[in-house]
């Protein structure tokens, strides 16, 4: 793994190296997208290698797909493999009741069906994502929407009290597109006291395929800093 990291990417690498210490031998293990989860499936990938860890992988996107197999880490699929024994994942924002918001790499979708299918849920970040209430910083709420009905979705989140915003692709012309073949609109709610109505509210609008909240799904977070690394774990 590459050394002299920024402070952030360190404290980020960090909570990688210790959520990857719940993966046993002969696990299943679903790979989280984007450059968070990427720390986890490097340090995944060398400690593999170092211990001779038998591993099957389940990315959540291409890109995840695609680090895993330059790492070495073998893919399956949720038909071969239903179950995922830990899923290690980033977040955009996260409450200390472990609620977050998720999707600013455009992957929600699939992220949260293999948190779902997960025994343990991990999510790893730096300490600038955790937040009192979610939608805190004008963090918006991303919404994967079939392209047919984005019109009808954007009145219907603006009728909600959101504002959303079709998410645009940087280096090309036009809308991002997500793994499925769908649109992103990121919606900004103002600060959300109860994120499990407002997915809920949310999910009953034709055409959302799902919404960037992740409400009871997280069972540990590793929070990076500079100097440690801050477990927090769901209260059962």
Do not use: W
């Not at 409450?95 to 999707?103: A, D, F, Q, S, V």
């Not at 910083?137 to 019109?151: H, K, M, R, Y």
């Not at 609109?185 to 999910?203: S, T």
């Amino acid at each position: 793994m590459k050394a002299n990291f920024e402070p952030v990417q360190e404290a980020k690498r960090k909570a990688a190296l210790e959520a990857v210490k719940h993966v046993k031998d002969g696990f299943i293990v679903g790979l989280g997208s984007g450059s968070t989860a990427a720390f986890a499936i490097e340090a995944l990938g060398e400690r593999m290698k170092r211990e001779k860890l038998r591993v099957m992988g389940i990315p959540t996107s291409y890109q995840a797909f695609l680090l895993a197999v330059e790492c070495g880490i073998p893919i399956t699929t949720l038909d071969e493999h239903p179950e995922i024994d830990v899923t290690i994942d980033g977040a955009d924002q996260i409450t200390p009741e472990l609620n977050l918001i998720k999707g600013m790499g455009a992957a929600l979708a699939r992220e949260k069906i293999v948190a779902a299918a997960s025994k343990l849920n991990i999510i790893i970040a730096d300490q600038q994502k955790k937040v009192k209430v979610l939608g805190e910083n004008n963090q918006s709420v991303p919404i994967e929407v079939l392209p047919f009905a984005i019109s009808l979705v954007k009145r219907k989140i603006i009728a909600a009290g959101g504002k959303p915003v079709l998410r645009e692709g940087k280096g090309k012309l036009g809308p991002v597109i997500t793994d499925n073949g769908n649109a992103i609109l990121d919606a900004n709610f103002g600060e959300i006291a109860k994120p499990g109505e407002l997915d809920a509210k949310l999910k009953m609008i034709p055409g959302v395929v799902e919404t960037g909240f992740f409400v009871g799904l997280t069972d540990i977070v590793y929070l990076g800093t500079s100097s440690a690394v801050e477990k927090i774990e769901k209260i059962r």
